[in-house]
């Protein structure tokens, strides 16, 4: 049987609580760890080993995986005191979605703790988490790649090495961009089609039947016609903090944000209307109120 490493998952969210319970599934040692007492108390009564800190987490893992909201998220938590001392020695994947600076920057100060450090951040949502289905980009060295890939098997049957660190989190900033942008141009060719009279069912007929299809249009079409955004497994305030990520990755490199520029501030639009911990597709409300 493979020796897995044990596993500390720390951010037990939606997506941090369905990791852990699908790598203890496999047979991988977790320990989790979250800030907010309920997310723990949840996670808890799921079945996992839930540690009082994120030092203790740490000190109890050979593996540790981030899943948390961003790099201020990561901040507190790792590189404050118990925890940062409590982080020699350790392997750190970086499964979030931050910027490739923000994970360039933390791969230097986690190395000059004492610890290795990978990005692997991830493309799907619960359903792949759960049958080990998700799309996993790794960052960083190979060798390392080579010692968190049986653990990462365990969530997503092909991880792949894209290059350096900051290469995979601009691979996934470039990924969630095209999510942004086919969410807020199927929303406005939807709300002039309904603005014109036009039969819904007629228009995605015809739709499915072109190459300009995309799966993610039936899969929010209800939402839109139904004006009901609820339980969001990527809720619109995590669209708008990546649409803000691509753009300050892109901007330096002369690439034009304008389009960018717009759905952020459409997804402003729809977080003033507070929709902001709904389902990202929410940003239909801001473009279109057909």
């Known amino acids: 049987m493979e020796l897995l490493p044990k596993t500390a998952v720390l951010g037990l969210g939606l997506m941090g609580t369905e990791i852990a319970l699908r790598l203890q599934a496999q047979g991988v040692a977790v320990t989790g760890w979250n800030r907010g ?15 009082k800190d994120a030092a203790t987490a740490i000190g109890a893992a050979d593996l540790v995986l981030l899943v948390l909201s961003d ?14 001392a409590a982080l020699h020695g ?9 910027g490739p600076e923000e994970s360039r920057a933390l791969a230097a100060r986690l190395d000059a703790l004492g610890c290795r450090y990978l990005e692997a951040p991830v493309l799907g949502s619960l359903s792949e988490v759960r049958d080990g ?20 098997e365990r969530l ?34 939807l709300g002039l089609v309904r603005a014109q009279g036009i039969d819904v069912d007629q228009f995605m007929t015809l739709l499915r039947g ?52 717009a759905i952020e501030t459409a997804c402003i639009r729809a977080q003033d209307l507070g929709l902001g911990d709904q389902d990202y597709s929410a940003i239909y409300e801001a473009l279109s109120r057909g």
């Open 37 to 51: 007492a309920e997310r723990s108390q949840a996670a808890a009564a799921a079945g996992l080993a839930v540690a």
């Open 210 to 261: 072109s190459a300009l299809y995309a799966q993610t249009f039936d899969k929010k079409l209800d939402k839109y016609l139904s004006h009901d955004y609820g339980a969001a497994n990527f809720p619109l305030k995590h669209l708008l903090k990546d649409v803000r990520l691509f753009r300050q990755a892109a901007a330096p490199l002369g690439l034009d944000t304008a389009l960018s520029d």
């Open 156 to 189: 997503g049957a092909q991880p792949q090495r894209i290059g350096a660190v900051g290469q995979a989190a601009a691979l996934k900033l470039a990924l969630n961009q095209l999510i942004a942008g086919l969410t807020a141009t199927f929303a406005l060719s």
């Open 71 to 84: 790099a201020a998220a990561i901040e507190a938590t790792l590189l404050a005191p118990p925890a940062a």
């Open 133 to 152: 289905r998700l799309i996993i980009m790794v960052g960083g060295d190979e060798t390392l790649f080579a010692q968190c890939r049986p653990v990462l």
């Open 90 to 98: 350790r392997l750190i994947v970086q499964m979030g979605t931050i």
